[in-house]
């Protein structure tokens, strides 16, 4: 009892001193997974066998339904031209400047309006059509059926119908061809016509408008005596000036007439008042007068007109005594008596006519002081005369700039509208930018193409979503797809891998994969466990037997194969090994190992044989194998009281090593029972079927029972198994003893 003791106390000393967390880190594994190219197409290379095998059937039955559910229908379509840029004759309007393809598209939509398929439903033939007799809202009908597209070409729009009866789809998409035509196509036409009678109304009443004002200028420049502005205001300028002149001439007036007033008060002081027919005093007169014009002079009165005339009249009267030696010349005569009447009016006595040169009795006499007053009076005329003139040529004036202003203006709009509408005019016989090419015709055939893609399509998508189904499913399944996962995802240390016989092929999958060669993959595999047993060795003590189990998350994850291997691997170091199959739900290791399932070890447990009597011989040197028998629930309850610690010890008593296959962890409670009781445990997992959650939460079960859990080993981990076959590639010396366990291996 004491050595039992001390030798549980040793064991569990050297399960605390086991960690099964890679390189001694107590590290947890990564948490979160994110969703990668590499990780879907991973997925995808472990279920495309089963992706494709069911996708296409699937694939091939829905494009059968799809074929026989769409029916292949006749189509009849008309073809419409659409030019690149609007058509033009020689100018280019503004609204011609439309980008192709907005063009196009509002086209397409113009088709499909209601006021273009109302009118074609207008036509008798086409509504007692017998594809529009069972429809209950033919527009609604008709603008879902159409097809308007542009697969011939981009400038070639395309309007076709579907149905049964191939001379109503013609007679349809043709209805509906021209009543689009008159519509919208002809109807821009007729909707320049009508911009252009707009312009030409506003152009009617601009040019009017001009024409009135251009009237009311030629009036004014008429009144003015000139169009222009400029001259105008010369004249004004001119009249201005004579208005000055006058002004002067009245003061000049005024001043002599004041003097006028002044020497008729100094006659009589000087004795001067002149007599009828006295000639001294005539004389006297004429004297008075030159002393009033000296005395204007000297005054600073410029010389009168009279005198300037008398002085002229002088000067003929002597060319002519000069020229003429008859003094009762007529002419000369004629002079004198100019003479005497000027020298009569600077008197201020005898007949004074109204004007220079008219006859004595033709105008009423006076003085010359009387004639003044009445030079004043016509000068007042006059002048007021010329002020009212300047007056009212500058308010012309003032009119005639307005004018001129408001009509520019016009005259540049009017200028404006009639270029544009002389390029209208000439625009109006452009050819139509949208034209038909083609009508539609009867269809002779039924078209099956759209069924065609149907089919196709629905084939496609039931393949693709199998696919893209069964690849998300296994992405979500969260396998281990490599032996890097183990460490990193789980949290394992990878005490060792098993070469998978599969060479994985063109991407992983299979295709094209060469020929494998089982006795090449019989010594990897043999190489594989020798590594795994070196790695053993490092935590076993020489001097003790030691007990190894072997289970997994899930089955077929490879328990059996690892601990049938690790047997054999132990067994070829010379040491005693027994192979015990504890797996009493689903025993298979008596069919690796070639022997009996019972009697085994239930037999053994319920008391009905000896360990002598379970145990089975192999083929391989120093390997005993003890199968699982008929388990019974009497063995459960063996199993649960001690937890197999009995049956360990006595096997430990006769074997060097005790391997233990066992069933899944997570679905029975017989390996954690056996599991508190072992030296080591190792756990197999298998890539691209193992699942991480699951081969977590078994870590975790076992790590909470404190058990010396020391890794884990993948079986199938990696397909290039070449490179593990370096050592068996040479012949060596002990080749009897390798064929020996290479065929104890193949067996298992």
Not at 462 to 488: K, M
Not at 618 to 646: E, H, P, Y
Request: charged letters at 25%; hydrophobic letters at 40%.
């Amino acid at each position: 009892m004491r050595s039992q003791g001390t030798e549980t106390k040793n064991a569990a000393a050297a399960a605390s001193r086991i960690s099964s967390r890679p390189d001694n880190h107590a590290g947890q594994p990564v948490a979160g997974r994110e969703l990668t190219t590499v990780g879907l197409l991973t997925a995808f290379r472990r279920k495309w066998v089963p992706a494709v095998a069911l996708g296409f059937p699937a694939a091939l039955l829905v494009s059968a339904v799809i074929w026989e559910l769409v029916p292949a229908r006749y189509e009849s379509y008309a073809l419409l031209k659409i030019q690149q840029f609007e058509q033009v004759q020689a100018f280019d309007t503004k609204e011609r400047h439309t980008e192709f393809l907005t063009y196009r598209d509002t086209q397409k939509a113009y088709l499909r309006t209601v006021g273009v398929l109302t009118a074609a439903l207008r036509n008798p033939e086409v509504a007692q059509t017998r594809t529009l007799k069972s429809v209950d809202h033919p527009v609604t009908w008709l603008s879902k059926s159409l097809l308007v597209d542009e697969e011939v070409s981009p400038e070639f729009l395309r309007v076709g119908l579907a149905g049964e009866y191939p001379r109503d789809l013609a007679l349809i998409v043709n209805a509906v061809k021209d009543s689009y035509l008159n519509e919208v196509v002809y109807n821009e036409r007729n909707e320049r016509i009508r911009r252009l009678s707009s312009l030409e109304d506003s152009f009617t009443l601009l040019d009017t408008r001009v024409r009135r004002a251009q009237e009311n200028i030629d009036k004014l420049a008429e009144n003015l005596g000139t169009g222009d502005s400029r001259v105008a205001i010369l004249n004004q300028g001119l009249i201005q000036q004579q208005l000055m002149d006058l002004q002067k001439d009245m003061r000049e007036i005024n001043g002599r007439i004041r003097a006028e007033e002044a020497a008729r008060r100094s006659l009589p002081d000087n004795g001067l008042l002149p007599s009828q027919g006295n000639a001294d005093g005539l004389r006297g007169l004429a004297v008075a007068g030159a002393a009033v014009a000296h005395s204007d002079a000297t005054a600073g009165f410029p010389t009168t007109n009279v005198q300037r005339e008398l002085l002229l009249l002088r000067q003929r009267i002597v060319q002519f005594e000069t020229q003429l030696r008859n003094p009762d010349h007529p002419d000369l005569q004629a002079l004198r008596r100019q003479e005497q009447q000027l020298l009569a009016l600077m008197s201020g006595v005898g007949e004074i006519p109204t004007a220079v040169g008219t006859a004595p009795g033709s105008a009423p006499t006076g003085s010359r002081f009387d004639w003044l007053i009445r030079q004043r009076e016509t000068l007042q005329k006059e002048i007021e005369m010329q002020g009212a003139l300047l007056r009212d040529m500058g308010a012309r004036i003032v009119e005639l700039e307005r004018e001129k202003r408001e009509i520019e203006q016009d005259i540049r709009t009017r200028d404006e509208l009639a270029r544009e509408l002389a390029e209208r005019r000439v625009e109006l016989n452009a050819p139509e930018r949208i034209t038909v090419a083609q009508d539609a015709y009867v269809p002779e055939a039924r078209e099956i193409r759209r069924k065609t893609q149907y089919a196709l399509m629905s084939a496609l998508a039931t393949l693709g979503s199998i696919i893209c189904g069964f690849t998300l499913f296994e992405w979500f399944s969260h396998r281990v797809g490599a032996a890097t996962d183990v460490s990193s995802e789980i949290g394992l240390r990878l005490v060792g891998t098993i070469p998978s016989p599969d060479r994985g092929g063109l991407l992983g999958l299979g295709i094209f994969a060469g020929r494998v060669d089982y006795d090449e993959w019989n010594r990897a595999v043999t190489e594989s466990m020798d590594v795994v047993r070196t790695f053993l060795m490092r935590h076993i003590e020489p001097s003790r037997p030691a007990s190894i189990l072997i289970t997994s998350a899930s089955a077929n994850e490879g328990k059996t194969t690892v601990s049938c291997q690790l047997a054999a691997s132990l067994a070829r170091t010379g040491k005693r090994v027994a192979l015990v199959d504890c797996d009493f739900r689903r025993p298979s290791a008596h069919l690796m190992i070639e022997g009996q399932q019972s009697p085994g070890l239930s037999e053994f447990l319920r008391g009905e044989a000896t360990l002598d009597e379970v145990r089975q011989p192999t083929q391989s040197s120093g390997l005993t194998f003890i199968g699982a028998g008929q388990i019974d629930q009497r063995v459960l309850q063996v199993l649960s009281v001690d937890g197999g610690r009995n049956l360990i010890q006595q096997l430990k008593s006769r074997y060097d090593f005790v391997i233990m296959d066992t069933s899944p962890l997570l679905f029975v409670a017989e390996p954690s029972m056996l599991a508190q009781n072992a030296d080591i445990v190792l756990m197999s997992t298998r890539r691209d079927y193992s699942r991480v959650p699951y081969v977590a939460q078994a870590r975790d079960s076992l790590r909470s029972l404190q058990v010396p859990l020391l890794g884990a080993i993948m079986v199938g981990a990696d397909s290039d198994f070449q490179r593990q076959t370096y050592g068996y590639q040479q012949q060596v010396v002990g080749l009897a003893r390798d064929n020996r366990a290479g065929a104890v291996s193949g067996r298992i």
